[in-house]
């Protein structure tokens, strides 16, 4: 089997390791127990933290054993950011969002296969809640130099404008004691990040052979990934919509879907080897199809289709890549269910209508036609359609027959320019 260390290279996920060669040689001699941690800052994960997630998962398919940490305990202070102080949340609503993240995360992990390798949920509100103040600055404070924190990037942008708190200050040694005691409680001697962590899982490092000499389950590592951006310049995991969440009350599967087929064709190759579980032949021979076809998305539509799998199931993927053909007349809208079809219509353009409109009046409503005379030549033309039926009467008024669920009619001008018409009448 290919390295651990060579395979996250080969996905472009490497960015650093503190020792490379002595990594290696724990992985092969292994396995070896990993973590990494996921503060409850909101009610559920983002697509941003897949690539940490689906890390975890590659570690243990390799045979490793991996810690998913859920910050219950520094989800309530909250990993300090360049720019300005996080707004503190209630601690009932840390905890209610800690349970959400946990049951998240025990969807992609192995917590109930054979040793050695069966994965652990652990919550640092479990040990940090048991330290005195005391215990706190004389065992933790202790060993962290205030000169070395002071140079850290994020504080000195911070101090460099409004300043910062001491509660976010302290943040570094909250985590890096999370590694001291997963070390101590299980022999967890890697953790990893994205390489904007690479100073406090260093300090954890530091800490852990400060406190305990790297005894007795030897010396601990750090590796850090890429973070990801698009091709454009802008966030990933950001759409104008704004976040994709992995949670389907936030983000529906359809919209979930929907992002990843949407992926600039510049950055679909990144996509596929940082998210997908296909092996590297397949993901060559479709990074191969993508590149001498891009009008088919056959990258994008092979993301899509793994990923909403991997995190809503297969059978509301199935849904989902049934309702996108639909929409575009490849399927039958009437066959979809009413969540999937609310869910689709969500993600569109659209207006709602109080009384039975003209497919004229529904066209300009919506935004697909400028206006009256615009919407009636384009139904002259051949290119409007209701419910992906061809519109050829100028004059064709939307009933409640066409209504899909008693509610929606979908409008569309030409192949591509969707629209959604709600009546309420």
Known sequence: ??????????????????????????????????????????????????????????????????????????????????????????????????????????????????????????????????????????????????????????????????????????YVLLQSYDFVELYRRHGCTLQIGGSDQWGNITAGLDLIRRITGNEPHGQAHALTTNLLTKADGSKFGKTEGGTVWLDPELTTPYAFYQFWLGADDRDVSRYLRTFSFRSREEIETLERDSEERPAARIGQRALAEELTTLVHGADQCTAVVEASKALFGQGDLTALDEATLRSAVAELPGAQLTETPTVVDALVATGLAPSKGGARRTIKEGGAYLNNAKVTDEDAVI???????GRWALLRRGKRNLAAAEITA
């Open 1 to 170: 089997m290919t390295d651990i260390v060579d395979e996250l290279r080969w996905r472009g996920l490497l960015a650093q390791t503190t020792d490379e060669d002595a990594l290696k040689k724990a992985f092969a001699d292994g396995p070896v127990t990993a973590y990494c941690g996921f503060d409850p800052t909101a009610a559920s994960l983002h697509v941003g933290h897949l690539t940490q997630v689906l890390t975890l998962r590659r570690l243990q398919l390799f045979g490793h054993r991996p810690i998913a940490l859920v910050g219950g305990a520094t989800g309530l202070i909250g990993d300090p950011k360049p720019s300005a102080e996080r707004a503190m949340n209630e601690v009932a609503t840390v905890e209610t969002w800690t349970d959400r993240i946990r049951g998240q995360l025990s969807a992609f992990l192995d917590f109930d296969g054979a040793e050695p390798n069966t994965a652990v949920m652990a919550n640092n509100h479990d040990w940090i809640s048991q330290l005195s103040i005391v215990e706190y600055l004389r065992d933790v404070g202790k060993h962290f130099s205030v000169n070395q924190m002071l140079a850290r990037e994020t504080v000195k942008s911070r101090l460099a404008g409004e300043g910062m708190s001491y509660t976010e200050f302290s």
């Open 399 to 405: 009933t409640a027959a066409d209504l899909l669920h």
